[in-house]
């Protein structure tokens, strides 16, 4: 007999340095790990010369159908690519606003959008000189992301996590707090943190930061 259920789409997108490859192995970890989903693929792809730095993760869910109706009723040997369909990404972890919006295709009414607005330039807009390479204003990006996703979340997560832990480099991991906060469905709060304690142990700040990242949200 051949099990059916719903296929849930994260994206991750970013440049080099910012974890992107951690937090979707984190992602995939988790998939693997929860009971209600049944199969998880995923992967990670660098950018071509024309977007030097720019990195693409990706972790694909089949689930149980009674958790989270898409009303897709994909069968589990449909679940073999790791990429993504086009307008077909459930939740945007944006890690950089750029990148987030040179990745408009996967965004649909469908998508929630979190991101970070802290800029991270890429090196072909801080290297060459041309008067064409401009980075976009914050304002340009979040408006685009309104129109287009059914929920967008945006905040400097580098500033907040400075601020709370002295140090930028939980502030992914705060982001995806947002995120199961987002889709409790998907996202069990007590088996994400177990994740996270094997990812980075039991004593780390990752923890606190996934908290803090999960509170932030209010219904």
Do not use: C, W
């Not at 204003?137 to 996703?149: F, H, K, M, T, V």
């Amino acid at each position: 007999m051949r099990t059916t259920g719903d296929i849930y789409n994260v994206l991750l997108t970013g440049v080099g340095g910012q974890g992107i490859v951690l937090l979707g192995n984190i992602l995939r970890d988790y998939g693997m790990r929860f009971p209600l989903i049944k199969n998880v693929v995923g992967t990670e792809t660098r950018g071509v010369s024309q977007r030097e730095g720019s990195v693409l993760a990706t972790a694909r869910y089949l689930i149980d159908s009674k958790i989270y109706s898409l009303d897709q009723n994909f069968e589990i040997e449909e679940l073999i690519s790791p990429l993504i369909p086009i307008n077909d990404a459930h939740l945007v972890l944006g890690l950089e606003p750029l990148e987030t919006i040179r990745n408009l295709r996967y965004i649909s009414e469908r998508t929630v959008v979190i991101m970070n607005t802290h800029r991270n330039y890429p090196r072909n807009v801080l290297l060459k000189k041309e008067k064409s390479m401009k980075y976009p204003s914050l304002g340009y990006i979040i408006d685009i992301l309104d129109q287009l996703a059914r929920r967008t979340i945006s905040l400097d997560f580098n500033e907040l996590a400075k601020t709370k832990f002295n140090d930028v480099i939980y502030s992914n991991v705060i982001l995806l707090g947002v995120g199961a906060r987002e889709f409790q469905e998907i996202f069990n709060k007590k088996l994400m943190l177990e994740v996270l304690e094997d990812f980075f142990g039991k004593d780390s700040l990752n923890l606190d930061a996934f908290n803090l990242g999960y509170s932030l949200i209010n219904f």
